[in-house]
DNA sequence: AATACCAGCAACCGCGTAAGT
DNA sequence: TACTTACGCGGTTGCTGGTAT
């Protein structure tokens, strides 16, 4: 059975916004708002998109005061620690970060946020562990198609039940970046 | 110059839940 | 109260451009 589509999707094109379509969906949110109803609003404005795609390019993109990239270190450190205390809540996160999207701070979290607060947590273990093994066949039996690492040796201690360490690995690692040297 | 690989990012999918009937 | 519908969110996918071989 499954779940109702939420529209209909032979009918519907995917894929990236065309310029055209965003100056239509933006000139018409501008003007009437949304109507507190995503699923009609692409028919009334003659668009062929899934209601809830108009809701995404509008939120991430086409809003006024959207911020692309750029993160500063001072970001960087509030993604870090609100991660650390309430886990991939990236609306929550993003409602502390004027400007930025759940999308935005989610894809820099996965893409490079992860990896350098890893990094510098490696560091560390190898300048408190010297002499000890540095990369190990777990390390990359644990790094996705993607190389991002995965497994026990970088859950996020929201999410992961199993693991005690994790906890206290995040915060090991997050401090180690947010407070000066 | 051609090909393979990788990283970054935009967009989609499906679930949980709030709101409406 | 039970059911339906739409919204919002987080996880995931797939495209694109850059870099390495």
Same mark, same amino acid.
Request: proline share 5%; with cysteine.
């Given at each position: 059975?499954?779940?109702?589509?939420?529209?209909d999707?032979?009918n519907?094109?995917?894929?990236?916004?065309?310029? $055209? =379509?965003?100056?239509?969906?933006?000139?018409?949110?501008?003007? %009437?708002?949304?109507?507190g109803?995503? *699923?009609?609003?692409? !028919?009334?404005?003659?668009?062929?998109?899934?209601g809830?795609?108009?809701?995404?390019?509008?939120?991430?993109?086409?809003?006024?005061?959207?911020? %692309?990239?750029?993160f500063? =270190? =001072? $970001?960087?450190?509030? *993604?870090?620690?609100?991660?650390?205390? *309430?886990?991939?809540?990236?609306?929550?996160?993003?409602?502390?970060?004027?400007?930025?999207?759940?999308?935005? *701070?989610?894809?820099?979290w996965?893409t490079?946020?992860?990896?350098?607060l890893?990094?510098?947590?490696?560091?560390?273990?190898?300048?408190?562990?010297?002499?000890?093994? !540095?990369?190990? #066949?777990?390390?990359?039996?644990?790094?996705d198609?993607?190389?991002?690492l995965?497994?026990?040796?970088?859950h996020?201690?929201?999410?992961?039940? %199993? %693991?005690?360490?994790c906890?206290?690995?995040? #915060? =090991?690692?997050?401090?180690?970046?947010?407070?000066?040297?």
């Amino acid at each position: 059975m499954g779940r109702a589509p939420c529209c209909d999707k032979a009918n519907v094109k995917k894929g990236p916004w065309s310029p $055209e =379509e965003d100056t239509k969906l933006k000139s018409y949110i501008e003007q %009437h708002g949304t109507g507190g109803n995503w *699923i009609a609003l692409p !028919q009334k404005i003659g668009l062929k998109r899934c209601g809830k795609s108009c809701r995404l390019r509008w939120l991430n993109y086409l809003r006024p005061n959207i911020k %692309h990239g750029g993160f500063s =270190e =001072e $970001e960087d450190n509030i *993604i870090c620690s609100l991660y650390i205390s *309430i886990g991939s809540r990236w609306s929550i996160i993003a409602a502390q970060l004027p400007g930025r999207t759940d999308n935005d *701070i989610k894809n820099y979290w996965n893409t490079r946020l992860k990896k350098k607060l890893l990094g510098k947590q490696r560091k560390d273990q190898q300048h408190t562990r010297r002499g000890s093994k !540095q990369i190990t #066949k777990r390390d990359i039996i644990n790094q996705d198609s993607r190389g991002s690492l995965i497994g026990p040796s970088f859950h996020s201690p929201y999410t992961c039940h %199993h %693991h005690h360490l994790c906890r206290s690995q995040f #915060k =090991e690692a997050s401090l180690s970046m947010t407070t000066p040297r």
